[in-house]
């Protein structure tokens, strides 16, 4: 049936697939490899514009829908009790995710018990998720960690982590993140990382 400004009936056509073939190996993870160019690909496609515009609604919205002490950690910079947290001694493998995003930022296999009661990661999954500020709050020159995409507070990251592991420790309130384990990732749209436990 024919409408609106065409005359004839909009049809689909339906064919047989054809071969897949797998783009060249420089061009895998290309976000990865040369940020430089993908950032200025992103924006002069316009489809960073895009994706702001509609981002930064459904983040209101999501912002409204978090607890007290997520709102408090994540949009006031605040820190929530060592040892009395829902992650610090989470050993269950998966993947930790922004609270307001949903973008990757830890995994759980970068994971280790720093004993402070806190989370504490060597690396996040994907360093381009993060930003970096110093902090001078309470008397003391720290390394603030933001997440890049919700601009939330995260943590700290400070130099006493693991040497053999690059000596960083990623020092991250529970309230910032979501856990997602191994066992639900494919389910909830995160099989992309699932080579991470392989």
Not at 25 to 54: N, T
Request: with cysteine; net charge positive; hydrophobic share 30%.
């Amino acid at each position: 049936m024919a409408s609106g400004r065409f005359s004839k009936p909009i049809v689909t056509s339906i064919v047989p697939a054809k071969p897949f073939y797998r783009a060249e190996e420089q061009h895998q993870h290309y976000y990865k490899k040369q940020p430089f160019h993908y950032r200025l690909y992103k924006k002069g496609s316009g489809r960073e514009a895009f994706l702001q515009k509609h981002w930064q609604h459904n983040r209101e919205e999501r912002i409204k829908n978090l607890s007290a002490i997520q709102y408090n950690v994540t949009q006031e910079n605040g820190t929530e009790p060592p040892f009395q947290n829902e992650y610090w001694d989470n050993k269950e493998e998966g993947i930790y995710v922004d609270i307001i995003s949903g973008k990757v930022l830890f995994s759980s296999k970068d994971k280790f018990d720093a004993g402070c009661g806190w989370p504490s990661f060597t690396k996040p999954v994907d360093q381009f998720e993060i930003t970096e500020n110093t902090d001078t709050s309470h008397g003391m020159v720290r390394t603030e960690i933001r997440s890049k995409a919700a601009n939330s507070h995260l943590g700290h990251v400070f130099e006493d982590g693991p040497k053999e592991e690059g000596g960083l420790r990623y020092c991250i309130n529970s309230a910032a993140l979501r856990f997602i384990p191994k066992t639900e990732m494919q389910a909830k749209g995160y099989e992309n990382y699932l080579y991470l436990f392989k």
